[in-house]
């Protein structure tokens, strides 16, 4: 008979129970990860937590494991718990009202599950913060014991203020399994959590290898004209020279100087220690303000730059941005022989911006076309090759694409398209 009865407390509802706690827990992960809207704001996170785990915490009320007279046993305190250990008051308070409302209309009032719960609902809280700074293995352990240490605690309250009868199924049911649980859910959160962390960290880790190969690259072009200069120096001590050597010398090395500026200019943000922040960018002011930093470099050429801005936001860094079109408008100045304009427009649509920076200039073959962005690729006497290839990085960095048509002797169309940010 005993042995009967024991295999009672272990049935089918409690396996129901768990899956109701583990599939919930799934779907917050899916949505989280996929729905880029909760990852907006903490709240919405929040919201989101609170939904997931009030579904298996009403269904394991209206599915319990077993009913006695006096007490339904269920698995509700798992993602009451957990709720409550991972997002502290505020996700464990509206889950707290969810329970007791839910318990409230499902099988009456009851002062015990109003005690026990808002008992579990303060411990809990003050348990979380502490809860939050601990590793993985300890999290599961703390929250198992946790777990454990307030069942035990509800236990002596419902014998405190009633005459709680405590069967071996409340045993079981309430004190011995929850902790088991916790501690499975914890692990599979856990685990779920590590591998959303390590994809971010993946992407951006690519993006920094993008950023040092860069940099790798532009310390070692800047070192070649320096020692250059360097050298040249070292020749211009030597006694025995004459005034017209001295010159050359001279002149070399200032050349050697310009070059070295020109790749810090194509470079300017790559050689700074640059801040990895995205933030909302008005491509519109963003645009202007490269435009007025080029204006001085367009008029010696003898080019206007025309453009033709609407506002628009997209998500990005603001150095990054300003360089890769600081490069590309650059590019469509120095292509123009003799007069001309470089035209720089601003298109939005529904959910994207396109910019297009169009020049009256020369032009590019089929070949140089295909060539454009691989590094130290220059038609140009002093080009250095670089520019377009940062431009294009950076365009990629910030999930845009693009496409470049030209014409030889036409000129030469960019178009640039980003993701619109949709303000709130
Ligand atoms: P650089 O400007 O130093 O030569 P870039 O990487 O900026 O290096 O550009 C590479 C090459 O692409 C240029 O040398 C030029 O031949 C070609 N190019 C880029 N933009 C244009 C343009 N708007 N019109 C014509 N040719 C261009
Ligand atoms: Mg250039």
Redesign the pocket.
Known sequence: MGELRKMTYINQHVLNNLFYILVSIFFFYFLYDYVRFFQRKKVYQRLLFVVCLSVPLILCMKYPIYIAPDCVHDLRQVPFLIGTFYGGWTVSLPLLIILLVARWVMYGYQFITVAVYVMMFMFGSLFSPFFKQLPKTKRMIASMMMTFILAIAATILAIAISDFEVTESYIVDFILVPPVAVLFVVFAMETLREALLIRSKAIKLEKMEVVSQLAASISHEIRNPLTVVKGFMQLMRGKDISEETKEQYMNIALEELDRACAIID?YLTFAKPFPEKTEPLHVHHELQKVIDMLRPFANIHGVKIVPTLMPATIKGNGQYFRQCFL?IIK??I??IEGDGAVYVAVYVAEKTVTIVVR?E????TKE?LAR?GEPY????EK???????VSIRIIEMMDGTWTME?EKGRG?TMKVTFHLLLEK
């Open positions: 194509d490069n590019n469509g120095e292509a020049d200039g020369k032009g590019m140089q454009y690729f220059s038609t140009k080009g250095t090759g670089l520019g377009a290839m030209s030469t």
